[in-house]
């Protein structure tokens, strides 16, 4: 029966086999499939800081868009016509 649960990282590591043979590789050679990887410490990592949300109006910033999205539109339709000329 093939395995259906892709959340559960066993499952998912037998699909990959699996998926890994049909293509020819040997999961089990080191020269073709790389099993481990480095992890560096928390000295190495650089937190990310959240930034604050916008003071702005949602609203208004979609009014905006929606502006700028009909000036792109109304210069790619004098371009198309120039084009097609």
């Given at each position: 029966?093939?395995?259906?649960?892709?959340?559960?990282?066993?499952?998912?590591?037998?699909?990959?086999?699996?998926?890994?043979?049909?293509?020819?590789?040997?999961?089990?050679?080191?020269?073709?499939?790389?099993?481990?990887?480095?992890?560096?410490?928390?000295?190495?990592?650089?937190?990310?800081?959240?930034?604050?949300?916008?003071?702005?109006?949602?609203?208004?910033?979609?009014?905006?868009?929606?502006t700028?999205?009909?000036e792109?539109?109304?210069?790619?339709?004098?371009?198309?016509?120039?084009?097609?000329?």
């Amino acid at each position: 029966m093939p395995v259906k649960d892709y959340t559960k990282e066993t499952d998912a590591r037998i699909v990959i086999d699996d998926l890994l043979r049909q293509v020819g590789w040997d999961h089990a050679d080191k020269s073709q499939v790389l099993t481990e990887f480095t992890v560096y410490g928390a000295d190495r990592h650089k937190p990310q800081l959240a930034e604050r949300a916008p003071d702005e109006d949602p609203a208004e910033l979609i009014h905006e868009t929606l502006t700028i999205d009909c000036e792109i539109t109304e210069g790619l339709e004098r371009l198309l016509k120039e084009v097609e000329q």
